[in-house]
């Protein structure tokens, strides 16, 4: 690999920590216990949930501009670097909020969503600049699989000085817990360094005294040429629906656990295990699709995730829901990293960032259906294993879909 590949690839091993801490587990969990410990239950989660939603709106309506506005030549360093260090900042000055903050605390993590959820799309289309084509799906994969590690490693230090408060001096959990916060910027930030110094925009659009105004041109173009070109279309809209899937069986596998009488400290245990575990397969899926093709390896996945959907319908004990968890690890990684490759193959290099504006609204708006379905099927039946095998559907329309793609240099 060169300098610039590892560089790339260390970034997400840098904001991998943010998902899992921040948006996942310590945060949350905060949030309802300490913050807005004097609500009601229902409210804090509402509040939680609101504020997620308006993270949501807000990164899906400004991609499309922000990503043709950093298409123009330095812009996608520029953009990344900003929003890094608002990001970092923003993690860190959770650590200030306490009991009763809860305005101040939702307004904070806002400004760190954002600044995340952003940031990846001009990650995402340095792709094109930091390799080359026959190596965008070893790249990738790498990038995912390292990201597993690096959110596992700052996420058990938090755990552990917060079962431990007095690993570090402190006296009480929740002066560790805002520790934690602290950690998770530092490594998003520390990390994200290489990336700034080594990566250089290779391809971009040169710039004029009309930047702004071309932006919005260019926009509309690059929603135009999407429209009419059939392969892009067919895979975002292929894209839609298995990635609807994927991202509802990470958000509602607790859930799910627990439906079926899984202890809360088991599914932390099976949650760490299924991050390693997903690092190797992430690495295996990209040496395949070498081999093989990028859309067949993403077809293999997406069928293992169709029998994931049936697969978790029968499940009955603990041990048949590890064997779901490693099932998800073997797949999880390598179907989001060569989604990533296959669309940088399809798309103009010096345009990836307007591209991959859209690939983010995609992402965003894909997370509605699964999660609705499930929500509906078991409350319409009184059983949440019906809700589950109801994802068979997206992963079949998106298999089918997917088939119909032709990657070729011309797309």
């Excluded at 989660?45 to 030549?73: E, M, Q, R």
């Excluded at 079962?163 to 402190?170: A, E, Q, R, V, Y």
């Excluded at 627990?258 to 997903?278: K, P, Y």
């Excluded at 949440?384 to 879909?401: A, C, N, P």
Aim: with cysteine.
């Amino acid at each position: 690999m060169t300098k610039e590949e590892k560089s790339w690839i260390l970034y997400d091993w840098a904001n991998s920590a943010f998902v899992v801490t921040i948006v996942t587990a310590v945060l949350p969990i905060y949030f309802k216990d300490v913050v807005a410990n004097e609500l009601p239950s229902s409210h804090s989660t509402a509040y939680w949930g609101y504020i997620n939603t308006i993270i949501a709106l807000i990164v899906a309506a400004s991609s499309p501009i922000l990503g043709s506005l950093a298409d123009y030549k330095d812009n996608k360093k520029k953009f990344l670097f900003f929003l890094v260090v608002m990001g970092t900042l923003s993690c860190s000055l959770l650590s200030i909020v306490g009991e009763g903050d809860i305005i101040l605390c939702l307004i904070i993590y806002m400004f760190a969503g954002i600044s995340y959820f952003t940031a990846n799309i001009f990650y995402d289309s340095l792709l094109v600049d930091v390799t080359e084509e026959n190596k965008m799906d070893w790249i990738s994969s790498n990038g995912f699989a390292w990201g597993y590690i690096g959110s596992t490693i700052p996420f058990i230090l938090s755990i552990a000085i917060i079962l431990k408060p007095s690993l570090i001096g402190l006296a009480s959990k929740t002066a560790a817990t805002r520790v934690s916060f602290i950690i998770t910027g530092l490594w998003w930030f520390i990390f994200s360094i290489p990336i700034f110094i080594n990566v250089k925009q290779k391809h971009f659009v040169e710039k004029s005294s009309q930047n702004f105004k071309g932006s919005f041109r260019r926009l509309y173009n690059t929603f135009s040429t999407i429209k009419n070109n059939t392969n892009i279309f067919l895979f975002l809209l292929a894209y839609f629906f298995y990635i609807d899937g994927v991202s509802t069986i990470f958000k509602m596998a607790s859930v799910y656990g627990r439906d079926i009488g899984i202890e809360s400290n088991q599914l932390l245990l099976i949650l760490l295990v299924t991050q390693f575990a997903a690092f190797p397969f992430a690495i295996l899926f990209g040496k395949l699709a070498g081999i093989w093709s990028t859309k067949k390896m993403l077809l293999v996945g997406i069928a293992i995730y169709f029998f994931i959907s049936i697969y978790a319908f029968f499940i009955k004990t603990v041990f048949d829901y590890w064997i779901l968890a490693i099932l998800v690890a073997t797949c999880q990684g390598g179907i989001q990293a060569l989604s990533r490759s296959m669309y940088c193959k399809m798309i103009p290099k010096e345009m990836s960032s307007s591209y991959f504006g859209i690939y983010n609204i995609i992402g965003k708006f894909s997370a509605i259906i699964g999660p609705l379905m499930i929500g509906v099927i078991s409350q319409l039946t009184k059983n949440s294993r019906y809700g589950i095998i109801s994802l068979v559907v997206l992963f079949l329309l998106g298999f089918v879909l997917l088939k119909k793609v032709q990657i070729n240099s011309q797309n």
